[in-house]
Nanobody
């Protein structure tokens, strides 16, 4: 089973950009679908984006389409989330997650999270 460590969070002004990165341990990374979720204060955790194990398919929640891009490097065991045109409502703790096989279904491996704060 992989272990996940996120990095790249921080404070940014509205309209700015951040790039989150998730580093995975283990030799089976390429067999995992990967995703990013986020949880804002007082709200439930929500899906943000996902990418298939091959990287050929990506999925996004409507609120980030056209602004966020998920990508992965199976040689480096990393998955990134490029976030552009950030809005205050994007403020949340962002979590990297993994599951074996296809993108759909429950994710059972989680990172510790990284805080993203967007000021207005």
């Amino acid at each position: 089973q992989v272990q996940l460590v996120e990095s790249g969070g921080g404070l940014v002004q509205a309209g700015g950009s951040l790039r989150l990165s998730c580093a995975a341990s283990g030799r089976t990374f390429r067999s995992y679908a990967m995703a990013w979720f986020r949880q804002a204060p007082g709200k439930e955790r929500e899906f943000v984006a996902a990418i298939s194990f091959s990287g050929s398919n990506t999925y996004y929640v409507d609120s980030v389409k056209g602004r966020f891009t998920i990508s992965r490097d199976n040689a480096e065991n990393t998955v990134d989330l490029q976030m552009n045109s950030l809005k205050p409502e994007d403020t949340a703790v962002y979590y990297c997650a993994a599951r074996k096989g296809v993108v759909t279904g429950s994710y059972d491996v989680w990172g510790q999270g990284t805080q993203v704060t967007v000021s207005s």
